[in-house]
């Protein structure tokens, strides 16, 4: 499923002014000639980094690839509900599903890891699905858009509002989010690494001597929860003895040192965690 992923995602966005370009080209015929060649080159220019993003295999490009393809959804639907392009609105469907498989985030985060060792992605935060991230992601979206359209058209006032509040909002957005493209589980010759900015304020490294048991969770465990209570399986990384992390918390940057005899935690793998672990020998 790995090696069919960027085969797909490339081919997918390769032939979308094919499928999907019709129906958006039709949607913006009888604009205004400003706001339809704005939205035009904006388009392309979209569909060319988001292209660039699918040969290149980096958590920056995950963050492209998984913000630009539902923003192409949705303009499509739109299009397709004005009656253009009905065929690009259901050609989403199976590029949407393949840009959020585990596997895709697996094939993006590893592009620039080291041969020897193996990176997993970590689930989203639970609380952060029921409102905040789709939000952010609207945000990220509709700023810049909204910025390029109202100056097109000559709403100066609005649109340098727009550039104003929205453009920098829309960056700090867009930073946060790519930080959920940089929470992951990683194992190296030496043992078995936690870089989730998150929970813990430091990247922390557990040596292999020192890791009893990755396994799944149970719900009496003992462990530091660090979970965010995300969705999905947890696992946990038990240790032979007490170690002291330092859990992130909003108001320093130093954290809170907390000892702790294991960590639970939710990959969006947890499968290929286990397997992992078992070839790195270790305790499963």
């Not at 923003?71 to 609105?89: E, I, P, R, Y």
């Not at 989403?92 to 592009?111: D, K, Q, R, S």
């Not at 609207?138 to 453009?167: D, E, F, N, S």
Request: charged share 15%.
């Amino acid at each position: 499923m790995t090696r069919f992923v960027p085969w797909f995602l490339r081919a997918a966005w390769a032939v979308l002014p094919f499928t999907a370009g019709p129906g958006l080209a039709a949607a913006l015929d009888g604009r205004d000639p400003a706001v339809r060649s704005a939205g035009s080159v904006g388009l392309w220019v979209v569909w060319a980094i988001v292209l660039v993003a699918t040969l290149v295999p980096h958590p920056i490009a995950l963050t492209v690839v998984r913000v630009a393809a539902p923003a192409g959804a949705v303009a499509s639907a739109v299009a397709a509900l004005d009656g253009h392009g009905a065929l690009g609105a259901i050609w989403w469907i199976p590029t949407l599903a393949v840009v959020f498989l585990p596997e895709t985030g697996a094939f993006f985060v590893n592009g620039p890891a080291y041969p020897n060792e193996r990176r997993f992605l970590l689930r989203p935060p639970g609380p952060l699905l029921l409102g905040p991230l789709p939000l952010a992601w609207a945000v990220l979206v509709a700023a810049p858009t909204a910025a390029v359209l109202l100056l097109a058209a000559k709403q100066w006032v609005l649109g340098g509002l727009v550039v104003l509040l929205g453009l920098p909002a829309a960056a700090l957005l867009g930073r946060s989010l790519h930080g959920l493209s940089r929470r992951w589980i990683v194992f190296v010759p030496a043992g078995v690494v936690v870089h989730d900015d998150l929970a813990l304020s430091d990247a922390m490294l557990f040596q292999k001597r020192g890791v009893a048991a990755v396994r799944p969770a149970t719900t009496d465990s003992p462990s530091l929860d660090i979970t965010q209570r995300a969705l999905g399986l947890a696992l946990e990384l038990a240790l032979r003895e007490p170690v002291t992390v330092n859990v992130a918390t909003p108001r320093t940057s130093v954290g809170k040192a907390t000892t702790c005899t294991g960590l639970l935690f939710t990959p969006t793998r947890p499968g290929a965690v286990l397997a992992e672990a078992r070839t790195r020998r270790l305790p499963s």
